[in-house]
């Protein structure tokens, strides 16, 4: 599998994004356009060596068709790393809907959807993200069975959202052991950009420790609930980069790292739950690491969720998947010994272990 990265390609037409997912492998991109309920997205599938591929659902209000395409590719491939480093029978797919009208999302519309997902035949396996909740799986379930996040109530293991947030969680002490010699986050100063699901619930567990939160979203109200529940303190969504601070947890949308923000950085962290951080997966990987910040990969800290969902799949049982997400923390001081090893940025380090295992299992299979 290539580890071409995808802003080697200027996503300029949608020719050049389909020869950017042939260069990263993607098995199936799947359009879909449904002119009665307004629905219109993308579902990618990426790689199914290792098992069905899984990903979210995002409903995001993209600036043109090629602008989703573009982020659907990345996502899928994402999520193949994800599963793969995170020692689950999972592949990687993702799905994007463009649509910033909530008055159509209705039920028919998620039905709608349900429908593309089963035509793939459990191919690609349908959870949240942005945009998307238990209650739209629910909506889903009645048309199709490859969905996974189903509500509590109806079998399932409900928001994956804490689990993403406790692996990021667990990727910080892990990387302030690494920098600092020790995990205790008593009085480290955090700056979290996005305090949505993830965000809030990475938060919770932060203030708990007795960090000091710095916070920016462009949902004020996600700002205030922060500032008046967890003693956090509201910054422009333009500081963040250049925040005097110890840790940056992007938990928003990708390609926050990239050569324009870099330079500003002045934390000894970067650690968050955004998918896909690095705008270039080589390059901005490098830049982190010849500057001395510890870089938590994000495929790897944010794979609470999935983990979740995986089991959820083959049988529901909270205390197994917490526990595989708490392998999160060693796994991440490995990425850290073995970037340091073989002085690789830990991007590399993460996306080769992940490779490995996905290129072992194939060579079973043949």
Known sequence: MSSFSTTE???????????????LQHEQIVYFNDEETGLKGFIGIHNTVLGPSLGGCRIWNYTDIDSALLDVIRLSRGMTFKSSISGINLGGGKSVIINNNPAQRTEKFWRKFAEYVESLGGRYIAAEDVGTSTKEVSYMMEVTKHVSGKPVEQGGAGDPSPFTAHGV???????????????????????????????????????????KLFVADLNKS?????????????????????????????????????????????????AGSANNQLANEKVDGDSLFKKGIVYAPDFLINAGGVINCYQEIIGYNRDKAMEKVDAIYEQTLNIFKLSETEKISTHSAAEKIALKRIEDTKAKKK
């Open 9 to 23: 390609v200027k996503p300029n037409s949608t020719q050049s994004l389909l020869a950017m997912a042939e260069n």
């Open 169 to 211: 969680y667990l990727g910080i002490k892990a990387s302030a052991k690494k920098a600092y010699g020790n995990e205790d986050l008593n009085g480290r100063k955090v700056v979290i950009q996005g305090v949505g699901h993830v965000g809030y619930y990475l938060s919770e567990m932060l203030a708990k420790e007795g960090a």
């Open 222 to 270: 996600l700002v205030k609930r922060a500032v008046e529940n967890l003693n956090a303190t509201e910054i422009g969504i333009n500081e963040v980069y250049s925040f005097d601070a110890d840790i940056y947890a992007p938990c928003a949308l990708g390609a926050t790292l990239n050569e324009n923000t870099i330079p500003q950085l002045k934390c000894a962290i970067v």
